[in-house]
Nanobody, 121 residues
Framework: QVQLVESGGGSVQPGGSLRLSCAASGSIFSINVMGWYRQAPGKERELVAVIITGGSTNYADSVKGRFTISRDNAKNTVYLQMNSLKPEDTAVYYC???????????????WGKGTLVTVSS
């Protein structure tokens, strides 16, 4: 069994900052990718940022220059530093993990339960 425990969501005024954290635990042999997706009311879930084990990152165009993703491989934890937040960043943010439970097994996608970020004056 695998768990993704998210923290750091909340309410902030436009221009403010928040830091999200997500720790993976359980039956994990190795993690290939960790990252964050978000879903705003009435919209589809979209990629925010992901980071692979080697450190390469990919960001949505809408957050480039404002958000920074980082990862602590030893702790199986991913962080998302969000600066210069805008009302359009309001969404439920979901942690994402692609992992292997064994060395020879298939990779599996797994999602956290989500944490709400609200940007409003």
């Amino acid at each position: 069994q695998v768990q993704l425990v998210e923290s750091g969501g909340g309410s902030v005024q436009p221009g403010g900052s928040l830091r999200l954290s997500c720790a993976a635990s359980g039956s994990i042999f190795s993690i290939n990718v960790m990252g964050w997706y978000r879903q705003a009311p009435g919209k589809e879930r979209e990629l925010v940022a992901v980071i692979i084990t080697g450190g390469s990152t990919n960001y949505a165009d809408s957050v480039k220059g404002r958000f920074t993703i980082s990862r602590d491989n030893a702790k199986n934890t991913v962080y998302l530093q969000m600066n210069s937040l805008k009302p359009e960043d309001t969404a439920v943010y979901y942690c994402y993990c692609n992992f292997r439970a064994t060395n020879w097994g298939p990779s599996t996608n797994f999602w956290g339960k989500g944490t709400l970020v609200t940007v409003s004056s």
